[in-house]
């Protein structure tokens, strides 16, 4: 669901839902949550499994199959559209091809993931995906810290939670921090969210009934939403990666209705393409844009866009009503988690199984085992 809005929140269209002024402020801390549930999740599946070097280098492996064969195959999309519009239509983008967002070398750093570590002066490529290249790096030095420091686990955690939060408050000056400082960012909530594993795994959620489960999950749901609307911004919406460990840790429990109707069979599987939402949505707009500006050129049309190169640098589609703006928001969100079910059964679990750890037996390394 946070992967849907984050696709609605860069959709460039004027509708009761989207557009510049979104239903939804501050929107963008929305993938502060995501790094906040990946530190948790990540700590659930390995903190007491990383023991060694070798467990290490497994790690890593998987990490990186799970990451970077639909970020690579997004990205190649990406240079497939600016080789088209050198050879067919150089007129189709608001800059020629290669220049901008869009340069050769800003290919290699995002195949080596380095992408949103600084080297470059904006957003490149596949924008999203600023937050695969920052959450790869926080992986490993997690990792590295769990082997490292095994006796620590709280203290390192909480160390690398403060080290995130200056850095984005004294470093980037800015809760938006993304190729510059985005770093700090994901260190900041992704340790967040290994504190918030730690915590839940001793002191979970009291046992409550069912109806006053739900009744504290709604609760904390509407604050969540609350929150980010209202007080989202400086100076409160530091405090965002901590309002997203609660939400998580009285979900994480499991115990009022909300829960289990994020357990039904629908949202279950939009959880498990949400990744493939998330990298592939911002291609989605880009190819409706260059469409849009086609017909304007072939039909004369004025939709008032020209295409957009990165996700500070969008001209909004609008017509005169945005009830006749509504259905084609509902048709772009088919078309995203259409395209995303496929890239998820096509691109991302193919992948999962080609770039997969060897498995240990008795000590030695043995046959293939499929990466988690």
């Known amino acids: 669901m946070c992967a849907l809005l984050v696709a609605l929140y860069h959709l460039p269209l004027y509708s009761h839902l989207t557009g510049p002024q979104f239903f939804l402020p501050n929107a963008q801390m929305l993938l502060d949550f995501f790094f906040v549930l990946s530190g948790f999740l990540i700590s659930a599946a390995y903190g007491d499994t990383l023991k060694t070097w070798g ?31 050198a050879l067919i239509a150089p007129g189709a983008g608001r800059m020629p091809p290669f220049t901008g967002p869009h340069t050769p070398d800003s290919i290699v750093t995002n195949l080596l993931l380095l992408h949103s570590l600084h080297l470059h002066s904006q957003l490149t490529w596949n924008a999203p995906s600023w937050t695969v290249s920052v959450e790869f790096y926080t992986y490993l030095v997690y990792a590295a810290l769990v082997i490292s420091w095994p006796r620590r686990p709280l203290l390192t955690a909480a160390i690398m939670a403060v080290v995130g939060a200056v850095g984005v408050m004294f470093v980037a000056h800015s809760l938006s921090a993304t190729f510059d400082f985005g ?22 959620l009291p046992q409550l009934g069912p109806w006053l489960a739900t009744l504290v999950e709604a609760a904390m749901t509407i604050g969540v939403f609350v929150y980010i609307a209202l007080i989202g911004g400086p100076p409160f919406g530091y405090a965002g990666p901590l309002v997203f460990a609660l939400f998580i840790w009285i979900y994480a429990s499991e115990r009022g209705q909300i829960t289990r109707l994020f357990s039904t069979r629908p949202l279950v599987w939009l959880g498990e393409i949400s990744y493939s939402i998330y990298l592939v949505h911002f291609l989605i707009i880009v190819m409706i844009g260059l469409t849009l500006r086609s017909l304007e050129k072939i039909a004369h049309l004025n939709y008032a866009t020209v295409g957009l190169t990165g996700l500070d640098d969008a001209y909004f589609i609008r017509l005169k009503s945005l009830w006749a703006m509504d259905p084609f928001v509902a048709i772009y969100l088919v078309i995203v988690i259409a395209a995303a079910s496929q890239t998820y059964r096509f691109i991302e679990q193919p992948g999962r199984a080609l770039i997969k750890p060897a498995r240990r037996v008795r000590g030695k390394m043995s046959g293939p085992a499929v990466a988690s």
């Open 55 to 85: 467990d290490f280098g497994a790690f890593v492996i998987r990490r990186f199959g799970r990451l970077w064969p639909l970020h690579a195959a997004v990205l190649m999309a990406f240079v497939a559209i600016e080789v088209s519009k």
């Open 183 to 204: 770093l700090f960012r994901c260190f900041y909530g992704f340790f967040v969210g290994v504190l918030t594993w730690k915590v839940w795994r001793s002191a979970p």
